[in-house]
C-alpha cells in the first residue's frame, strides 16, 4: 500500500567534541569558516570520527557526521571492556587505555572519554599521557580502539613429543 520504501538507517548518537572559528587571510581580507570535529558510535562496538569545515557551524557538524560515519570502525569489547592494555603515539597524544572489572565505569578524562562512550565500552581505565590537544587525543583513541587484537577462542595447544 505504501509508495514509499522506509529505508531503516542505523542511528548513532553524536557529540561534538570540538568547534574552532577559522579565518584564511584573502587579498580582500579574511575569510571565516567553522570546523567542527565530531564523534559518531552506537554504544554496541561501533564509532567513527571526522573534521569538518562549513560556512556556519550548523553546516560544519552536518558534513563532519556524514564524513565520521563514512570512517566508522569497529571495537573488539568483551566482558564490557577492551581484551588488553594498549598504549598507542599519535603525534603529540599518547594514551593508555587499561581494561576493567565490572562494576568500574569508564575512568577516562576529557574527550577519551566521549569516544569510549560512544564505543560502548563501559568499564575501561584511561590515561592521557602526552598533550592535551583533543583532535590529536581522539585520534588516538580510536587509533588504539582500532588496533586491539581479539583473543582466540580456543588456543591451539602443540603437543609435539620427541
Excluded at 570535529?37 to 552536518?62: E, L, P, S
Excluded at 583513541?141 to 583473543?151: D, G, R
Aim: hydrophobic share 45%; with cysteine.
Amino acid at each position: 500500500m505504501d509508495k514509499f520504501k522506509v529505508k531503516e538507517e542505523k542511528e548513532f548518537e553524536q557529540s561534538v567534541i570540538d568547534i574552532a572559528r577559522v579565518t584564511r587571510v584573502m587579498a580582500g581580507g579574511k575569510r571565516m569558516r567553522f570546523r567542527a570535529c565530531v564523534a559518531i558510535g552506537d554504544k554496541k562496538g561501533h564509532v567513527g570520527i571526522a573534521i569538518a569545515k562549513g560556512a556556519d557551524v550548523t553546516m560544519a557538524i552536518n558534513k563532519a557526521v556524514r564524513q565520521a560515519k563514512k570512517k566508522m570502525i569497529s571495537v573488539p569489547i568483551i566482558n564490557e571492556t577492551i581484551p588488553h592494555q594498549i598504549r598507542w603515539k599519535y603525534k603529540a597524544a599518547r594514551i593508555l587505555l587499561k581494561p576493567a572489572p565490572k562494576g568500574t565505569g569508564v575512568i577516562a578524562g576529557g574527550a577519551v572519554r566521549t569516544i569510549l562512550d560512544l564505543a560502548g565500552i563501559s568499564n575501561v581505565v584511561a590515561k592521557i599521557l602526552g598533550t592535551n590537544n583533543k583532535i590529536s587525543n581522539v585520534a588516538a583513541t580510536v587509533q588504539a580502539l582500532e588496533n586491539l587484537i581479539i583473543p582466540e577462542k580456543s588456543p591451539k595447544k602443540n603437543n609435539k613429543k620427541d
